[in-house]
């Protein structure tokens, strides 16, 4: 129903700076939020920031000040500016709408393939 393409990941320096990208497409006209979520090995999928249509966004604190999500609703794509970039940081970035905490760790939510962020020390 819904089909989604993150890109943008790659390696990159502690203190420094990635763009992500979220390209949706399929049976989007109900969805009215999306997230950026990550996932590191050995780790719980997590929220990272997510943003309503009408532009509401909320970070947890361990990305707050350093992240910043965005979106433009006539591209469907969703973005996430990183700055700051920690060891800790690194991870397969996913997009997905907005999720409850039980959806972003059930197996049976849908995700894309996701993007890899690798922050060396």
């Known amino acids: 129903q819904v089909q989604l393409v993150e890109s943008g990941g790659g390696l990159v320096q502690a203190g420094g700076s990635l763009r992500l990208s979220c390209a949706a497409s399929?049976?989007?006209?109900?969805?009215?939020?999306m997230g950026w979520y990550r996932q590191a090995p050995g780790k719980q999928r997590e929220l990272v920031a997510v943003?309503?249509?009408?532009?509401?966004?909320q970070y947890p604190d361990s990305v707050k000040g350093r992240f910043t999500i965005s979106g433009d609703n006539t591209k469907n794509t969703v973005y996430l500016q990183m700055n700051s970039l920690k060891p800790e940081d690194t991870a397969v970035y996913y997009c997905?709408?907005?999720?409850?905490?039980?959806?972003?760790?059930?197996?049976?939510?849908?995700w894309g393939q996701g993007t890899q962020v690798t922050v060396s020390s």
């Open positions: 399929g049976n989007i006209f109900r969805i009215n939020g």
């Open positions: 943003i309503s249509r009408s532009g509401y966004i």
């Open positions: 997905n709408r907005a999720l409850g905490r039980s959806d972003i760790l059930s197996p049976t939510t849908y």
